[in-house]
């Protein structure tokens, strides 16, 4: 089973509109962390966003907040008032207790449209 | 966020030779790198886990003997793709923490290409 899915290939927003990026995922572990990463055309991969399963508050930075629903195994990320060089791929992924890797959704595409 | 380098950007090189990547993490001791491989298109692939100064440790699947990795300092990882042939070409990305941190930092990549 996918530890991590991201169920949409691709995403279109206006520019200065919010988009919510989905993300599901798989654990028996009750402590793990969820992560967000950009990955732009030139390929670097650049850290979003962190959220711990213990964290009581949805983690926020700047124009990024990841809707964290625990129950749901659901940590989405919302962009508000996208901007043109948020076109991308987002990464979703997790890391497991006693693991130090990290596992990584299929990605979703952002387009930000003028 | 913490600062990592890789060398070179971008490899081209013909069937049957060694091709050497550099991951450096240039602001924190990074105790564990990670490096990754990324189809077009795809998601990124996790194929070792390197420890300074232990072994890494290979991802089902990866060939150890191909893909030669060393940790041999807080600031240092390298990955040796041994006798590249055509089907080696891909994006090769490394990542690096340090101990305490939950986030993974990333290079730049590398670009492969074999002829």
């Known amino acids: 089973a996918q530890k991590i899915t991201q169920t949409q290939p691709g995403m279109f927003v206006q520019e200065k509109e919010a988009v919510t990026l989905d993300c599901t995922y798989d654990?028996?572990?009750?402590?793990?962390?969820l992560f967000w990463y950009k990955q732009p055309s030139s390929g670097e991969m650049i850290f979003l966003i962190y959220q711990g399963s213990y964290d009581e508050q949805n983690a926020t930075e700047g124009r990024y907040s990841l809707n964290f629903q625990k129950a749901r195994k659901s940590a989405n990320l919302v962009i508000s008032a996208s901007q043109l060089g948020d076109s991308a791929m987002y990464f979703c992924a997790m890391r497991e207790r006693g693991f130090q890797k990290l596992v990584f959704g299929t990605g979703t595409r952002l387009l930000v449209s003028p | 966020g913490a600062v990592v380098s890789q060398h070179p950007s971008r490899v081209i090189c013909k069937s049957g030779t060694s091709v050497k990547i550099e991951c450096r993490s240039l602001d924190f001791q990074a105790t564990t790198m990670f490096w990754y491989r990324q189809f077009p298109k795809q998601s990124l692939m996790l194929m070792a886990t390197s420890n300074e100064g232990s072994k890494a440790t290979y991802e089902q699947g990866v060939e150890k003997d191909k893909f030669l990795i060393n940790h041999a300092s807080l600031t240092l990882s390298t990955l040796t793709v041994t006798s590249a042939h055509p089907e080696d070409s891909s994006f090769y990305i490394c990542?690096?923490?340090?101990?305490?941190?939950?986030?993974?930092?990333f290079g730049p990549g590398t670009r492969l290409l074999v002829l």
């Open positions: 654990t028996s572990d009750q402590s793990y962390g």
């Open positions: 990542s690096a923490s340090s101990a305490g941190r939950e986030t993974q930092y």
